[in-house]
């Protein structure tokens, strides 16, 4: 099992203006490094801790990153590249929603 198949997304709801998904994190789970393209996103840490890292393009270079605790709302910007990370011991959860609908790019 890779860490990327730890998490698990759920499709709450989703019309043609917006979705709303929760992501239940296991310990060390971990997304790929990606953007939501057009899609501006709102996400609230519901249970645990998750680290968001964030890359700036060309050469997809770590420039920051933000520490999300249980209750913390994150903003999310269309084209914004970044991973986000489960690092603690304990499940994590998150909702997301996004408008436009989310339509991913992922970078290796």
Do not use: C
Request: no cysteine; proline share 6%; glycine share 6%.
């Amino acid at each position: 099992m890779t860490r990327e198949s730890q998490y698990k997304r759920t499709v709450l709801f989703q019309n043609e203006h917006f979705e709303v998904i929760q992501i239940d994190w296991e310990p060390g789970s971990e997304t790929p490094m990606h953007n939501h393209g057009k899609s501006h996103g709102l996400v609230r840490v519901l249970e645990g801790n998750l680290i968001e890292e964030i890359f700036l393009p060309p050469r997809l270079r770590r420039f920051t990153i933000n520490r999300l605790e249980k209750g913390d709302l994150q903003i999310e910007l269309p084209g914004t590249i970044h991973r986000v990370k489960n690092t603690s011991k304990k499940n994590a959860r998150s909702l997301h929603i996004y408008t436009p609908l989310l339509v991913m790019k992922e970078y290796r």
